[in-house]
T-cell receptor, first 109, second 116 residues
Framework: KQEVTQIPAALSVPEGENLVLNCSFT??????LQWFRQDPGKGLTSLLL?????REQTSGRLNASLDKSSGRSTLYIAASQPGDSATYLC????????FGDGTTLTVKP | NAGVMQNPRHLVRRRGQEARLRCSPM?????VYWYRQLPEEGLKFMVY????????ESGMPKERFSAEFPKEGPSILRIQQVVRGDSAAYFC??????????????FGQGTRLTVV
């Protein structure tokens, strides 16, 4: 059974700081890993999708990496802004996804 | 191309009533997934459907919950005889292909069910 863990559970940083969110999973036989953003009371917004054959994906200030062999993914956010404040979720394997519990990020002005 | 559409956005039901949640997948997507997010908890998989077929319902409670995705129309998640513990956000996602293919999942805004 796949288990996904996200560390830290919460993170507070000053504006402008670079930060890394971590996601680990127990079963390395995955098809893909997807990072989402969820704002309070809202739905999920897809940020990045990494196929199992890929090592990383980039979109603007976001960079996600994937190391299947060690069961880890990281989401790097450069030059953080208050608008980045949200909960970030990683999900493993695609449509029938196993989600981590998320990292709640607060970026202070 | 509209995204995944869920309605209603908010639903209030009294204990014992039925709740019907609807999900229209993105155009061209024939794979639909339902998830539940209990207060202060993560998203948990409930059921995976293709048109007219339930592919995986391993996350569905054994009683009172059912799901369908008919040939025409939206996918429906039905909860019979709701109890307070059913209060949660229910999210629907769709994808163009099955596992092992292009399975980027696109999520709707969710239906927030409150049982009073």
């Amino acid at each position: 059974k796949q288990e996904v863990t996200q560390i830290p559970a919460a993170l507070s940083v000053p504006e402008g700081e670079n930060l890394v969110l971590n996601c680990s999973f127990t079963d390395s036989a995955i098809y893909n890993l997807q990072w989402f953003r969820q704002d309070p009371g809202k739905g999920l917004t897809s940020l990045l999708l990494i196929q199992s054959s890929q090592r990383e994906q980039t979109s603007g200030r976001l960079n996600a990496s994937l190391d299947k062999s060690s069961g880890r993914s990281t989401l790097y956010i450069a030059a953080s802004q208050p608008g980045d404040s949200a909960t970030y979720l990683c999900a493993v394997d695609g449509g029938k996804s196993t989600f981590g519990d998320g990292t709640t990020l607060t970026v202070k002005p | 191309n509209a995204g995944v559409m869920q309605n209603p956005r908010h639903l209030v039901r009294r204990r014992g009533q039925e709740a019907r949640l609807r999900c229209s997948p993105m155009k061209g997507h024939s794979h639909v997934y339902w998830y539940r997010q209990l207060p202060e908890e993560g998203l948990k998989f409930m059921v995976y459907l293709q048109k007219e077929n339930i592919i995986d319902e391993s996350g569905m409670p054994k009683e009172r919950f059912s799901a369908e995705f008919p040939k025409e129309g939206p996918s429906i998640l039905r909860i019979q005889q709701v109890v307070r513990g059913d209060s949660a956000a229910y999210f629907c996602a769709s994808s163009p292909g099955a596992r092992g293919m292009n399975t980027e999942a696109f999520f709707g805004q969710g239906t927030r069910l409150t049982v009073v």
